[in-house]
């Protein structure tokens, strides 16, 4: 099978038009095109009067070696067409028959869920140990947040089945190098388990919360089905760390709340970037780690039909385009560079706090991704130099201004939010302008300096009139900022060996974004089918040695 890519058609093209394309670029006669199979779909918008469609195809001929012959021959040709990659995921090992242990995953977010499916389908039995609630109940626990103000402090948009993606967009793209192709096996199994099938070629992929929910239920019936069991309502509270003769440590066991030890010696800890509990009993138990960067701002939320016509032009809502969508980038002059981070097209800021008396926001969009305001974080980043003190460091920074942020909105989990144009002059907002803010349980005009460090107010005030001239209007000054934007990324980092193991901690498998190796679904998904693959290999290697 062969890979052409780079294949541009006009947007509104007809059927039939992807083949009649190969059939030119490849010089084909009749019969010589078996079959052809879409494997991407972006669309280049640099030419807003005309947008093209790219495709990346998969081809089966009836003389492929003849075709590469002739590619060979034409330079142009041949960086587009080439072998197609085997995309199969295969189970490097299987559990023996012999095994006892059962490998323990804590953790029910994207990260946990892969791992838990692939040592499932390996045959390990994993057991799966998650603090909060199952999706369904942690929705309506989520949503009594938003509309009454009453916050589930183990349920809520951080904590309980589906992770901190679920209550997102739902994007499934990522910059990460992925030659193994794990990322693929996350897409087939998001699909079986309910996701739309676009998933699978769409250069943008996304699901939208509502859509989560059916996946995360779904891979929950597979993972039971193959031998996984699922604990809710676990919250770890420790390990149970043996030293060894020689001086090492190693998994024993897990402390629960409920006052069980759990025996476990092979652990993955997908725990995600709010588990500040767990931060705390891990560098408590000695478990190696390091603070990290993150970035810390704001929502910004513009209407969606601003957006949509300074990034599509004419073309503002094709069908086949959706709700634009856009990303920024700014080096300012204090050093600070300011960023569009999480962009949700016809989306909502929601309240995203996981502790009482703070307020933390983020952005989600469901599927159509049809409501009026388009929002994205415009964060700044920050170094552990902003922050010293240790590995915990990073936790008290963010609690810091989380806290300023719930008292800048007065309370009740309200949000601070000010005008772009009052940002920029300096002055509080006093009220709202013709952008109405999604922010639930509500909105307090106010002045944002008062719940961000004076770095970040610099850097995004000299970052927005950049990005308005990159996206007309972006800068206007009714566009609304709701803060505080604290949870882009975990503030410490777990280290891990090449084996993937807790450099100081074996068994401990550190993974996904809690453990600072991730950013986002499909690149903590892709984490945790390494790590489970790691762990298997080395639960294997364990029985064959006690064997010989």
């Known amino acids: 099978m062969l890979r052409l890519t780079e294949l541009k058609l006009p947007l509104d093209h007809g059927e039939g038009a992807i083949e009649a394309a190969v059939r030119d670029r490849l010089s084909l ?87 838990t499916l692939v040592l499932a389908e390996m045959g390990f039995r994993p057991i799966l140990l998650e603090r909060g609630k199952p999706v369904r109940e942690r929705t309506k626990d989520t949503w009594a947040l938003w509309r009454r103000g009453t916050l589930t402090e183990e349920s809520n948009v951080q904590f309980g089945e589906g992770g901190a993606g679920l209550f997102s967009d739902g994007k499934l793209w990522s910059g990460i190098k992925d030659p193994a192709h794990l ?30 929910v059916t996946v995360a239920e779904g891979l929950r019936a597979k993972i039971e089905r193959l031998g996984g069991e699922y604990r809710f309502g676990a919250k770890v509270s420790g390990l149970d760390v043996e030293t060894r003769r020689d001086g090492t440590r190693a998994m024993r066991g897990l402390l629960l709340s409920g006052g069980e030890v759990l025996p476990a010696r092979h652990v993955i800890l997908a725990v995600g970037h709010s588990a500040r509990d767990a931060f ?26 601003m957006v949509d016509r300074a990034r599509y032009g004419d073309c503002a809502r094709h069908p086949v385009l959706g709700p634009a969508d856009y990303k920024l980038v700014h080096h300012g002059a204090n050093g600070r560079s300011t960023y569009s981070f999480c962009m949700c097209p016809g989306g909502t800021v929601v309240a995203a706090t996981s502790e009482p008396e703070r307020v933390v926001t983020n952005g989600m ?25 240790g590995p915990l460091a990073g936790i008290d920074y963010q609690r810091h201004w989380e806290s300023r942020a719930y008292a800048a909105g007065g309370g009740g989990f309200r949000a601070p939010a000010q005008l772009v144009g009052d940002f920029l002059q300096g002055r509080t907002s006093t009220a709202l302008g013709t952008v109405e803010p999604s922010y639930k349980p509500g909105v307090t005009p106010t002045d944002l300096s ?29 566009a609304v900022m709701t803060g505080v934007e604290t949870r882009t990324s975990s503030p410490l980092r777990i280290t891990r060996r090449a084996d993937l193991q807790s450099t100081n901690t074996r ?7 809690g453990a600072g190796f991730a950013g986002g679904i499909l690149s903590a998904g892709v984490d945790g089918i390494r790590v489970a693959e790691a762990l298997a290999r080395e639960m294997v290697a364990e029985v064959a040695a006690r064997a010989a």
């Not at 068994?507 to 974004?513: C, F, I, K, R, S």
Request: hydrophobic share 40%; aromatic share 6%; with cysteine.
């Open 29 to 115: 006669r009749e019969g010589d095109l078996l079959s052809l199979s879409v494997v991407r779909r972006g669309w280049d918008a640099r030419r807003k009067s005309a947008i093209e469609l790219v495709y990346s195809v998969d081809l089966r001929l009836r003389d492929e070696g003849a075709v590469l012959r002739r590619a060979g021959r034409d330079k142009a040709l041949a960086r587009t067409l080439g072998p197609a990659p085997d995309t199969r995921w295969r189970p490097p090992v299987q559990a023996p028959a012999t095994l006892a242990d059962r490998p323990v995953v804590i953790g029910a977010g994207p990260c946990g869920l892969m791992a």
């Open 183 to 212: 990322g693929r096996k996350l897409m087939e199994e998001f699909v079986a388990a309910g996701a739309p099938g676009e998933i699978l070629y769409s250069s943008k992929p996304h699901i939208g919360t509502f859509r989560l």
């Open 280 to 305: 705390a009993w891990l560098h408590g138990a000695g478990v190696a780690m390091e603070a990290k960067p993150f970035s810390i701002g704001v929502r910004i939320e513009h209407p969606q039909g």
């Open 365 to 389: 969009s469901q599927y159509l991704r049809a409501e009026r305001n388009a929002n994205a974080g415009i964060v700044v980043g920050i170094t552990p130099a902003d922050y010293p003190g």
């Open 450 to 478: 008062l719940c961000l460090p004076d770095f970040t107010v610099a850097a995004i005030r000299e970052a927005l009139p950049a990005f308005g001239r990159q996206i007309r209007g972006f800068d206007m000054a009714d």
């Open 507 to 513: 068994g401990l498998y550190p993974a996904g974004e």
